[in-house]
């Protein structure tokens, strides 16, 4: 199947767009437990990124998972497909030019280096939002912790499945000492 297949290009290319946008089309991909951030703190950048007139979109783990991962649970299996598709479509929008906000837990490295590879890793940068499982099971922003304990969800990451940390991120925002504003701060400094 894959030998019928050929790669087209336009001529219209990545540096193209981005000079027409003027910026670099680029992935920040959070990751982290469930509660630890990700998705304040993107939904933060992007407002500031949007008031300093960049083209940004953001992609949220339980927003995918409504539409083009409706099909996929939380086995390990299911979560490497989830985080595979993801990786593809933020490689896709940073090529559009676009500064791609994804917050995913993605628990496993061998998934986060996939979606930087998607990417390219000049235009890929991990930001690991840091909470340890105490803290985030205390905020609990989703009640998920609570349900987890009593055995309510399977493989949840941190509780009854393994979050891998990754080994050298491009920032870590460490949100058990840091208030948002300066987590914000340090991922608009990053860039
Ligand atoms: N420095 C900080 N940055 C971001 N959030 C913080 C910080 N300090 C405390 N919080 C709190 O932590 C919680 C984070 O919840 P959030 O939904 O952003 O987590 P998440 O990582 O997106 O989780 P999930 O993987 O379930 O989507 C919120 O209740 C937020 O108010
Ligand atoms: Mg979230």
Request: proline fraction near 3%; glycine fraction near 8%.
């Amino acid at each position: 199947m894959v030998d019928n297949i050929k790669w087209h290009s336009g001529e219209i290319n990545k540096a193209a767009r981005e000079e027409l946008l003027g910026q670099q089309g680029m992935v920040l991909w959070f990751t982290g437990l469930s509660g630890s951030g990700k998705s304040t703190i993107a939904v933060e950048v992007e407002k500031e990124l949007y008031r300093r007139g960049k083209a940004c979109y953001r992609l949220d783990g339980d927003n995918l998972r409504f539409g083009l991962n409706k099909d996929l649970g939380f086995t390990a299996e299911d979560r490497e497909e989830n985080i595979r598709r993801i990786g593809e479509v933020a490689a896709l929008f940073a090529d559009a030019g676009l500064i791609t906000l994804a917050s995913f837990i993605s628990p496993y490295k061998e998934g986060r280096e996939a979606a930087r590879q998607a990417a390219g890793v000049d235009n890929f940068k991990e930001i690991y939002v840091k909470a340890d499982v105490e803290t985030c099971a205390e905020r609990d922003p989703k009640g998920l912790y609570d349900k987890a304990k009593k055995g309510e969800i399977e493989n949840f990451t941190g509780i009854s499945a393994p979050y891998e940390e990754p080994e050298n991120p491009d920032l870590i925002v460490d949100t058990m000492s840091l208030s948002l504003e300066e987590s914000v701060e340090l991922v608009l400094e990053l860039l």
